[in-house]
C-alpha cells in the first residue's frame, strides 16, 4: 500500500494495470479529433506522421520516466518542491493541477458532444455534464484501484471491436488514397506528427502514477510499449484516410465514427455506430475519471490537504462548469485543442520534466 502526502491510503495498481490505463487514457480521445487535424497537415502521408509523432513521443516519454524514477516513492507535485525549493515547486505543482482538471473538464465537452450529435440533440448540454460528472466521482471516490480493475475489464473488448471494425472496411480501403508520398515534401508530414506526439506524451500522468505501481522496475518498459501500441492503433486510426481520401476526412468533425458508420457485416448488419459508441464512450469516461483523479490529487499534494476526497465536489464543480461554458464555444475548443494545446504538453511533459531533471542530476553530481 502507498500513502500520498495527504495521508491518502491508496492501494497499488500492477505493471500491467498501468500499461491498459496509458493506453485507454490516450487512445479514447485520439480518435474524436485527430485523424481530422493530421489529415489536413499531412494529407496522403498521414501513416508516416503517426511514425514521426510514434518516435518523438518515445523520446520525450524517456526523458519523463527517467525523472520519476528518481523519485519512485513520491509525485511530481512532491518532489518538485524538493528540486527548486518549495515556492516554485508549489508554482510547478499547481500547473501539473491544473493541467489534469483541464483535460477532465476538456473531455467531458468533447463527450457532450458526441451525445448530442450521435443521441438526442435537443436535450440541455449541461445534464450530459451533470451525468458524466457524477459518474466520473463514483469512481474517484473508489480509488485508483477501481478505475485501474474496470478499465482492465472494458479495454480488451474495446480493442477488439476497434480492429473487427478495421477488418470489415478492409474492402473499402483504397490504398492509393496515401499516394502520392511526401508530394509536398516533408514538412507536413512533421506537423501532422506533432499533433500525433501531442496525444501521445499525454502519457506524462505517469509522474502521478509511479508512487502506486507495485513493480516500478517496469515502468518504463510498460510506458515504452503502451506508446508503441497507441502507435499502432494510430496507424489503424489513418485507415480512415484510405477509406475516404483526404478531402472527405480533413472535414468530418467525428471521423471515427464515420469510419464505423461505413462498415458493415454484410447486407444485413449495417449501422454498426451505436455498439462503438458504448465502447468509445466507456473509455472516454475512464479517461475523464482519471483525469479528475489525479488532478484533485495534485491539488491536495499542492495545498496539502489531508484527503483528497474533500476536493472531490469543488473540483467536479468546476469541470462542470467550465465544461457548459465552453458549450457554445466548440469551434475554438477544436481551434484550442488544434494550435494551442500541442505547445502547452510539450511544456507539461518535456520542458518542465527535462529541466527538474537535469538540476536534480547536476545537484546528485555536487553532493558526490
Do not use: C
Not at 279 to 299: D, E, P, Q, R
Not at 306 to 323: D, E, H, N, Q, T
Amino acid at each position: 500500500m502507498s500513502e500520498t502526502a495527504s495521508n491518502t491510503k491508496i492501494i497499488e495498481i500492477s505493471a500491467k494495470q498501468f500499461l491498459l490505463l496509458l493506453v485507454t487514457y490516450v487512445i479514447s480521445t485520439a480518435d474524436v479529433f485527430l485523424p481530422a487535424f493530421v489529415a489536413q497537415e499531412a494529407k496522403e502521408d498521414s501513416w508516416i506522421s503517426v511514425i514521426i509523432g510514434t518516435i518523438g513521443a518515445l523520446i520525450i516519454a524517456n526523458i519523463f520516466i527517467t525523472l520519476g524514477l528518481r523519485y519512485p516513492k513520491k509525485t511530481i507535485i512532491q518532489y518538485a518542491s524538493d528540486i527548486v525549493g518549495i515556492p516554485i515547486g508549489k508554482i510547478i505543482g499547481f500547473s501539473y493541477a491544473y493541467y489534469f482538471i483541464f483535460v477532465a473538464w476538456a473531455v467531458t465537452r468533447e463527450l457532450e458532444e458526441i451525445f448530442v450529435t450521435a443521441f438526442n440533440p435537443d436535450a440541455p448540454i449541461i445534464l450530459y455534464g451533470i451525468v458524466t460528472v457524477i459518474v466520473a466521482a463514483y469512481a474517484v471516490m473508489n480509488g485508483l484501484e477501481v478505475i485501474a480493475r474496470i478499465n482492465e475489464l472494458l479495454l480488451p473488448i474495446g480493442l477488439i471491436v476497434l480492429f473487427g471494425i478495421s477488418l470489415l472496411n478492409i474492402p473499402n480501403v483504397d490504398l492509393t488514397n496515401f499516394l502520392p508520398v511526401f508530394y509536398n515534401g516533408i514538412i507536413p508530414s512533421l506537423k501532422g506528427g506533432l499533433f500525433v506526439q501531442t496525444w501521445l506524451i499525454e502519457t506524462v500522468i505517469t509522474l502521478m502514477l509511479i508512487p502506486y505501481i507495485k513493480e516500478k522496475e517496469k515502468a518504463r518498459k510498460y510506458l515504452n510499449f503502451a506508446i508503441l501500441i497507441l502507435g499502432g492503433t494510430l496507424i489503424v486510426g489513418a485507415s480512415t484516410i484510405a477509406v475516404f481520401g483526404v478531402s472527405l476526412t480533413e472535414k468530418f468533425l467525428f471521423p471515427a465514427l464515420e469510419y464505423v458508420r461505413y462498415a458493415s457485416l454484410g447486407p444485413n448488419i449495417q449501422n454498426l455506430d451505436m455498439g462503438i459508441m458504448l465502447v468509445w464512450i466507456t473509455g472516454i469516461y475512464i479517461k475523464i475519471a482519471l483525469s479528475y483523479f489525479v488532478g484533485v490529487l495534485a491539488l491536495t499534494q499542492v495545498i496539502g490537504s489531508r484527503s483528497y476526497k474533500r476536493l472531490m465536489v469543488p473540483i467536479g464543480i468546476i469541470i462542470i462548469v467550465f465544461a457548459s461554458a465552453s458549450a457554445r464555444m466548440l469551434i475554438e475548443l477544436i481551434y484550442s485543442i488544434k494550435y494551442i494545446l500541442p505547445f502547452y504538453f510539450l511544456v507539461i511533459a518535456l520542458i518542465i520534466p527535462s529541466i527538474l531533471l537535469l538540476i536534480s542530476v547536476i545537484r546528485k553530481q555536487k553532493s558526490s
